[in-house]
DNA sequence: TCTTGATTTAAACGAACGTTTGATTAAAAT
DNA sequence: ATTTTAATCAAACGTTCGTTTAAATCAAGA
């Protein structure tokens, strides 16, 4: 079974995209890499950017939709009282699900996510955003529930930084790896790193909470260790 | 004072690019708002990947510099025995610092550099590695030492976790705000943004150290609770 | 078979890009 | 005063880009 010519431009285009990001993929680039013709991008999509969109669509509404789905069968199942760490997984899992489809191109799409996440363009934030807006939205009501110490305020930053973790990790791009000390480290074993960002964004959703953000040098009084326990 | 063309240039392009990015930041955009003929570029930096890789070290190698120098002075004062709230400071601040210069340009910088962390041009990416490789070693030990119960591939991915959460807050994409409850949150606030960024590091980094990764449903005993304190 | 509508195609359009050139000006050295 | 070097300038170079056009091809429906 041949796919038609627009799935066909989608797939290489996303593809590409995530290769070597927007700008530096040409319309040519991707027809020519597509075997179709040049014309028939703006035929079937109007203009580049609705093709970018359309191609954002296809992957973030059925992804939130899972998110949501997920979050719902939590909410079946334990009511009130959800683990923290499984809101996180709710929240991970879709995005880390499409991160382990190389076949069908969810794992290209996911670093390109992960790398508009931090990309200028404002058209196309907001295009996102608006996609993310249901989602968000639920969860964080999820969040107040499960994080009832949390203001509305300190919620809101801290999923912003979950958010922005979840958004690093998806673009894939590994700064770290200068380290000669971890050169065994896989980067693309997802599941691993699913699991260590998991912990971390629990620990971190669960910090102590502090008032005044006033401490500049040495004060350990803020600082609560948790006990570090294998298992 | 008159600075010469080579700064002007240099600042100019630091604050178009942080706006609009590399690719859609023309040389003619640049000569046109700096006010000096567009074959100056190509004169003074021989082309536009060389102005760029120039404005990086202008900026980071400074910025890392101050990262190491901070490191030694905790060294001097508690030895072995800094807290690790401390350590993380004395690598988030110097980057917070620049953050907080909206006169010379250093928060446009930060931005720059922030979306730089995901973005595909890998020239560039190993450019600006080879400029953070040393301080990142000087750290990666520093932690090393803080957090003795990680294994090296913990403290990495730990690490790896730190530094995307500060590209992504450095980038100042806020992808939350699309959530109403809290419009009130100035996202602009760098030193309130810094003290949870630190609450939310220190928790992550100290989190519970798991062997198996192969949990994907309720088990709440990973999960060890910390109890919010204010104050 | 003829017609109609949807697709594909090759070719061209104008605009914008990074870079280069050769002349011109400014400053410094002899 | 003359030469030499550095810097600036207007203009053009060759490419590549997204988009448009008009003809050609294809697939049914009448």
């Known amino acids: 079974m041949a796919k038609d010519t627009k799935d066909i431009i989608l797939d290489t285009a996303e593809k590409l995209f995530a290769k070597q990001g927007f700008n530096n993929?040409?319309?040519?680039?991707?027809?020519t890499e597509a075997d179709v013709n040049l014309a028939s991008v703006n035929y079937h999509f109007g203009s580049k950017d609705a093709l970018i969109q359309k191609l954002f669509e296809r992957r973030i509404i059925p992804m939130n939709e899972q998110r949501i789905s997920k979050l719902e069968q939590l909410e079946q199942k334990y009511g009130d009282h959800i683990a923290l760490e499984n809101l996180i997984d709710a929240f991970m899992e879709?995005?880390?699900?499409?991160?382990?489809?190389?076949q069908k191109g969810g794992a290209l799409f996911i670093k390109l996510l992960g790398r508009t996440y931090t990309d200028p363009s404002s058209e196309l934030h907001d295009a996102i955003r608006q996609l993310y807006a249901p989602a968000i939205e639920r969860f964080r009501d999820a969040f107040a529930r499960v994080l009832p110490e949390l203001t509305p305020d300190e919620l809101y930053w801290r999923m912003h930084f979950m958010v922005?973790?979840?958004a690093y990790l998806m673009a894939g791009t590994d700064m770290m790896r200068l380290i000669a000390s971890c050169k065994l480290?896989?980067?693309l074993d997802t599941d691993a790193l699913i699991a260590r960002a998991r912990m971390f964004l629990v620990a971190g959703m669960q910090a102590p909470v502090i008032e005044q953000p006033d401490n500049t040098d040495q004060?350990?009084?803020?600082?609560?260790?948790?006990?570090s326990v294998a298992g």
Chains 1, 2 share one sequence.
């Open 25 to 31: 993929t040409s319309l040519r680039n991707i027809t």
């Open 94 to 102: 879709p995005a880390m699900e499409l991160s382990r489809d190389t």
């Open 164 to 166: 922005g973790l979840l």
């Open 219 to 227: 004060n350990e009084s803020t600082t609560r260790r948790v006990d």
């Open 185 to 187: 480290c896989d980067p």
